[in-house]
């Protein structure tokens, strides 16, 4: 089974930085395209950034080009999106995800973490 817990949301004042962090169980992140999307309220679940399997090419959102960066740590089976320069317009919830052994969707999602950006 698997299993996404993000972590490292808060709140932030613009300007600032926020590293979120996601654990992942039942998959190796090194086999598997993994992403993060975001969803503001009153508003639909965004593309954020996302890394490959393998050799771990990364693509960002338009957003989220000079300011977000994704990574992994595959010893600790986790993947990563720090966020420098945040904006009010940033926050939301921002949700951990994972393609399935196809690679065609995202099947598997985390809970979801907390990202606040006070002006």
């Known amino acids: 089974q698997v299993r996404l817990v993000e972590s490292g949301g808060g709140l932030v004042q613009a300007g600032g930085s926020l590293r979120l962090s996601c654990a992942v169980s039942?998959?190796?992140?090194?086999?598997?395209?993994m992403g993060w999307f975001r969803q503001a309220p009153g508003k639909e679940r965004e593309f954020v950034a996302a890394?490959?399997?393998?050799?771990?090419?990364?693509n960002n959102a338009d957003f989220a080009k000079g300011r977000f960066t994704i990574s992994r740590d595959n010893g600790k089976n986790t993947v990563y999106l720090q966020m420098n320069s945040l904006k009010p317009e940033d926050t939301g919830v921002y949700y951990c995800?994972?393609?399935?052994?196809?690679?065609?969707?995202?099947?598997?999602w985390g809970q979801g973490t907390q990202v606040t950006v006070s002006s």
């Open positions: 039942g998959r190796t992140v090194s086999s598997t395209d």
């Open positions: 890394i490959s399997r393998g050799y771990g090419i990364t």
């Open positions: 995800t994972a393609k399935n052994v196809l690679g065609r969707s995202y099947d598997y």
